[in-house]
């Protein structure tokens, strides 16, 4: 018995080291890049721009980096051109863009480099998540203004969005409008969001299991004392 007793506290042990990777400081989060982008929209330059983090001032390390400390930095985005950012194809204001995460993480908040300045930039967008590429029961976090006047020159500041956190594997930009009717199509430089890994179930799973041999445990040794007395 004293043996089991050992075994479900390495299994403790075990669960709470999980937690601490899991979970620990509830504000603390890293920065994620999205694996992949696409769009309805058409590509004057290319999507995947918005997410290489070709443009920004200092890059950073998806899933490493702090979200927090990266965006107080303030660390900007520069589109150089047309270089380092996405655009629609001429005459389109409005539709999808679409981004992949690479699993399902729970997710808290967006920071988004517009363009500064610029009759192209976005302006609002419905901002939907799920766990499904079609979409197919997306969870609607609102509709959302971005700013086109944070930064310098070419140079923009992310602005962060911040939501309900929300478990998700693909988050969807609904891009209603550009800040000018007359522009002559739609772009923004750069996205990335505040992540954390989904616990595994097995996690609480062995949690419970431990604590359920300690609890058997006390009660068999409980018991063989009344015995011997």
């Not at 390495?10 to 694996?35: S, T, Y």
């Not at 976005?122 to 930064?151: H, K």
């Not at 996205?191 to 890994?197: D, L, Q, R, S, W």
Request: neutral net charge; proline residues 4%.
């Amino acid at each position: 018995m004293k043996r089991s007793l050992n075994n479900a506290l390495a299994l403790i042990a075990i669960v709470m080291g999980q937690l601490a990777i899991f979970g620990g400081d509830a504000n603390a989060a890293p920065i994620l890049a999205p694996i992949s982008a696409s769009t309805t929209m058409g590509e004057l330059f290319p999507a995947v721009r918005a997410i290489n983090k070709s443009g920004l001032s200092v890059g950073y390390t998806s899933l490493v980096t702090d979200f927090d400390v990266y965006i107080a930095a303030g660390r900007t985005a520069t589109h150089g051109s047309g270089a380092n950012m996405w655009g629609s194809t001429l005459g389109v204001r409005s539709g999808n863009f679409d981004l992949a995460l690479g699993a399902t993480y729970l997710v808290s908040s967006m920071a988004f480099w517009n363009l500064f300045d610029d009759p192209s930039s976005v302006r609002e967008f419905t901002l939907l998540m799920d766990d499904n590429s079609a979409f197919s029961s997306p969870v609607n976090l609102g509709t959302f203004t971005a700013s086109n006047s944070l930064g310098s020159g070419s140079n923009t500041t992310a602005q962060v969005f911040t939501f309900p956190e929300t478990a998700a594997s693909f988050v969807r930009l609904q891009i209603l409008n550009t800040w000018y009717a007359s522009s002559s199509h739609t772009a923004f430089n750069e996205v990335a969001f505040k992540a954390t890994p989904v616990p595994e179930p097995n996690v609480c799973l062995l949690l419970v299991v431990a604590l359920l041999v300690i609890a058997v445990g006390r009660r068999r040794s409980s018991s063989q004392h009344s015995i011997n007395a």
